[in-house]
């Protein structure tokens, strides 16, 4: 199988470059079991990786122009050649490795954690069955940020918009029965940027590798604002 994979090492590359690689796939074989196999013929080729198994969110790339994980995408399901980029729109630091300090301040700005005002209960917050049914869809985001790097709007305004892995979170909260900071939350995602810089392009939706679907959680809250602010 035929591979380009981008390069780019700011201490001794002018400009990146694309290498050329081969590689005898075997049947079953994803693409981070070729990356590591491309890795023995080059061993200065740079990406992330950990579990393996879609859990650790570190290997998103942009596969044949469109980010998923390396880990869960089938060699197979790919035309040839296999064009590898790191994602779109962040800082390369160095090969397939980007800077995803932007993505997780993002992340940190929706405070991603139970607000309450109410004293401490004893033995634990309680839910409904029912309530707890809301978060389904929310809680099980690994943060790879292949929605956030596909989205157009977060490419114009990286610094502004939150991007939709950080707002499916928001959602997560605003969605939660036992958080206490709704009024908060929405004030806090007031304006032209953080939220309303979603043009409902779809793309997060499209890539989500864990098929959760950030569009329609940022609608959601949009409704949320106009129901509960205005
Ligand atoms: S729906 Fe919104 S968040 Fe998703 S890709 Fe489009 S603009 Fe970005
Ligand atoms: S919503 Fe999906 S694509 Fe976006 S960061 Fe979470 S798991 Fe990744
Ligand atoms: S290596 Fe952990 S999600 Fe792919």
Redesign the pocket.
């Known amino acids: 199988m035929r591979f380009q994979i981008y390069r780019y090492d700011p201490e001794s590359d002018q400009d990146p470059w694309m290498q050329e690689f081969e590689l005898e796939a075997r049947p079953g074989m994803m693409l981070r079991d070729a990356l590591l196999k491309l890795k023995e013929q080059d061993e200065t080729l740079v990406f992330r990786h950990s579990c393996g198994e879609g859990v650790c969110?570190s290997d998103a790339l942009n596969i044949n122009g469109t980010n998923a994980l390396g880990c869960l995408t089938p060699l197979a399901t790919l035309k040839e050649p296999v064009v590898v980029r790191p994602v779109p729109g962040m800082p390369v630091i160095r090969d397939l490795v980007v800077d995803m300090d932007q993505f997780f301040s993002h992340y940190r700005a929706i405070k991603p954690y139970l607000i309450v005002d109410d004293p401490e209960p004893e033995v634990e917050y309680r839910q409904t069955p029912e309530e707890r049914e809301k978060l389904d869809g929310l809680y099980e985001?690994?943060?790879?940020?292949?929605?956030?790097t596909q989205c157009p709007s977060f490419w114009w305004n990286p610094e502004k918009y939150r991007g939709?892995?950080a707002l499916?979170q928001a959602y997560r909260f605003l969605a939660d029965s036992r958080d206490q900071a709704r009024a908060q939350r929405l004030e806090e995602l007031e304006g032209p940027f953080r939220l309303f810089r979603c043009h409902t392009i779809m793309n997060?939706t499209n890539?989500?590798?864990?098929g959760?679907n950030?569009a329609e959680a940022i609608n959601n809250i949009k409704k949320m604002m106009v129901k509960e602010m205005f």
């Open positions: 969110g985001c690994i943060l790879c940020g292949c929605c956030t939709p892995a499916l997060c890539v989500c590798p864990k959760l950030p």
